[in-house]
């Protein structure tokens, strides 16, 4: 089996449809399920509750994945973390004639 996982140069990574972060999302997402159900197993809950942990919690990290790959695109989640850091309004509550005015300097001492 032949897997392309770049298309070209310049362009961002992709696999079956996974661009940049949510390949990154994914695998690391993937990992941490695994890692719970070999945590679950060696605690001694039961075989197939930890069977159908890890069925489930993967599912849904697939889903959620390629759900969030379709609705924001390749630099979306970037751009929506970006656009959360800045203010929706600025309030200025100077009087416009103090706006206008210079500061005097203080001399360094």
């Known amino acids: 089996m032949k897997y392309n996982i770049n298309k070209g140069i310049g362009k961002s990574v992709e696999f079956k449809g996974l661009k940049s972060q ?12 695994f890692v719970l ?8 809950i039961d075989q197939m509750i ?7 919690a ?24 970006a656009k959360r850091q800045h203010p929706r309004y600025l309030i200025n509550r100077k009087m416009p004639c103090r706006l206008f005015r210079r500061r005097k300097e203080v001399p360094n001492a």
């Open 22 to 33: 949510y390949l990154f999302i994914f695998a690391g997402g993937l990992l941490g399920v």
């Open 37 to 44: 159900f070999v945590i679950l197993y060696m605690i001694g």
């Open 50 to 56: 930890c069977i159908g942990f890890g069925v489930i």
């Open 58 to 81: 993967a599912s849904v990290l697939v889903w959620l994945t390629f759900n969030l790959n379709a609705k924001y695109g390749e630099h979306g989640l970037m751009k929506l973390g």
